[in-house]
């Protein structure tokens, strides 16, 4: 299935999206993230990656969003579930890549406040 076609609502523990999100464009991505957390169970914990930079466009005949901490935290604020718990920089493991870095990102869904409960038990 693709991203796009992501639909499914608190199914996961967690979901795992290493070096996948960044074949999509900047302007699906926000759209995308919020799908995969309402895809998560109440505290489920989402992983991705993406390659560290600031580039978006074909590189060698595919897609590619390279994403640096600011453009991230600048896409993923508008998520309001999503609670950022780590960032951190990791070297390419393949040596004849070994000047790339990725970004890795865990995200948890966050609970929900007792005021949101009760509404919806209300509404």
Known sequence: MRFEEF???DSYD???ACASLLHLSSKKLP???QSLMDGLHEKGILYCSFK???FEGLRNGRFFLDLNEKAFLQM???IEQADVLK???TEDARKE???EQWLNILIQKKTESPLEVT???AG
């Open 97 to 99: 890549r070994k000047n």
């Open 52 to 54: 560290y930079g600031a």
């Open 14 to 16: 967690g979901i795992w």
């Open 31 to 33: 759209e995308v993230f």
């Open 76 to 78: 993923i604020s508008s």
């Open 87 to 89: 960032i951190w920089l």
């Open 7 to 9: 639909n499914q609502i």
């Open 119 to 121: 509404n919806k038990a």
